[in-house]
């Protein structure tokens, strides 16, 4: 069972958005601006999409976007593309600890 | 560039131990902890624990602490992660990363398979 719970699936058509929520308690993401969010092809290592709540790394397309509240955060696609489809993890910080949500299975219609 | 490069495929008798390492370039290696993260056959992401390159502090997951070890060789700016008493449901990709000590991680290795099977 994981820490952080996510949806199992997501799924949108071309151009629209979609958003994937993370719910953890207040000892992880609730307590803490430090929720990450990865995305990963099959037979692939994750990638960074957003840390610290909101932010982006360099190269990441501005249609990911990262939001929180309360004990819950958020990720938003905007505009999605075909290769959008992959599986999607947030992750926090929960003191001594580290905690992944199950992950998302985002499918582009 | 940064680069993690890990060591090859492991198979495993249970009640064995492995030990994956992580040859981390292209940074100042002790400005940043290395991650450790597995993921089982279809499954999601699983934190292992983080350990500080610069001074070998660590944090283990509490389900693994009794079991795992990382350790750190500024020398040759590697890290290793031993996993002891292996089970077969500890089959799986092992990935090292490198990340802050708020569980933000960056940069990941190409993930080493640990089969676990009798």
């Known amino acids: 069972q994981s820490a952080l719970t996510q949806p199992p699936s997501a799924s949108g058509s071309l151009g629209q958005s979609v958003t994937i929520s993370c719910t953890g308690t207040?000892?992880?993401?609730?307590?803490?601006?430090?929720v990450s969010w990865y995305q990963q092809y099959p037979g692939k290592a994750p990638k960074l999409l957003i840390y610290?709540?909101?932010k982006r790394p360099s190269g990441v397309p501005d249609r990911f976007s990262g939001s929180k509240s309360g004990n819950t955060a958020s990720l938003t696609v905007a505009g999605l593309q075909a290769e959008d489809e992959a599986d999607y993890y947030c992750?926090?910080?929960?003191?001594?600890?580290?905690?992944f949500g199950g992950g998302t299975r985002l499918t582009v219609l | 560039q940064v680069q993690l490069v890990q060591s090859g495929a492991e198979m495993k008798k249970p009640g064995a131990s492995v030990k994956v390492s992580c040859k981390a370039s292209?940074?100042?290696?002790?400005?940043?902890?290395i991650s450790w993260v597995r993921q089982a056959p279809g499954q999601g992401l699983q934190w292992m624990g983080w350990?500080?390159?610069?001074?070998?502090?660590?944090n283990y997951a509490l389900n693994l602490q009794d079991r795992v070890t990382m350790t750190t060789d500024t020398s040759t700016n590697t890290v290793y992660m031993e996993l002891r008493s292996l089970r077969p449901d500890d089959t799986g990709v092992y990935y090292c990363?490198?990340?802050?000590?708020?569980?933000?991680?960056?940069?990941w290795g190409q993930g080493t398979l640990v089969i676990v099977s009798s």
């Open positions: 207040r000892n992880d993401v609730g307590g803490y601006n430090f």
């Open positions: 992750s926090s910080y929960a003191g001594s600890q580290g905690a």
């Open positions: 350990i500080s390159a610069y001074s070998g502090n660590t």
């Open positions: 610290e709540v909101t």
């Open positions: 292209g940074y100042t290696f002790v400005n940043y902890g």
């Open positions: 990363a490198r990340g802050s000590i708020t569980r933000t991680i960056d940069y």
